[in-house]
């Protein structure tokens, strides 16, 4: 198949299919998904309680992969039925966005439950959070954009060429 030099025009889109909006609102279903087990982790990373639910976090996992993928190649469908093109990175900030809410869920709970007075534990528990939310936002990200591909190679190939 030839590919065009020029490429097409994308039409205009409705405000939940613009770039910000629907990146946004792709994470938050997977930060619900996650959202009490986060408490009980950071209850017990920062009150020196013993974490022993392991089983728990483990279906929480699997739940958090299985809501990624599908809300990523739900974005993906809605931005392919009109017409833009332009998913791959989309993909990938989609369902890596839901770390942009663990970072303010995270000074939330700074601001709420913890009594820190001191600038060196303000470093310490921002410094680890924002490592934290990176490897989350680089995990989702990658879950995010893998269903993608897999989704669209999929529909793609269905398609027949005579």
């Keep these: 198949m030839r590919v065009n030099q020029i490429p097409r025009q994308i039409p205009p889109q409705s405000f939940y299919l613009q770039r910000i909006p629907s990146i946004l609102l792709g994470g938050v279903l997977p930060f619900g998904a996650i959202f009490i087990e986060l408490y009980f982790i950071m209850n017990s990373i920062w009150f020196n309680r013993i974490y022993y639910v392991f089983g728990f976090l483990s279906l929480v ?3 958090l992969v299985i809501t990624c993928a599908e809300v990523t190649i739900l974005m993906c469908y809605f931005h392919l039925c009109s017409e833009d093109y332009r998913w791959w990175w989309r993909a990938f900030l989609t369902s890596g966005c839901s770390s942009l ?3 303010l869920y995270s000074i939330l709970y700074y601001v709420y439950r913890l009594e820190m007075d001191n600038f ?3 470093l ?3 410094g680890w959070t924002l490592v934290m939310c990176i ?3 680089v995990l989702t990200g990658s879950v995010g954009f893998l269903s993608c591909l897999w989704f669209t ?3 793609y190939g269905a398609i027949k060429t005579d």
Excluded: D, Q, T
């Design 101 to 103: 809410y663990i970072l």
């Design 124 to 126: 310490l528990y921002f």
């Design 153 to 155: 190679r999929k529909i």
């Design 135 to 137: 490897f989350f936002f």
């Design 120 to 122: 060196v534990s303000l």
């Design 61 to 63: 996992f699997v739940i």
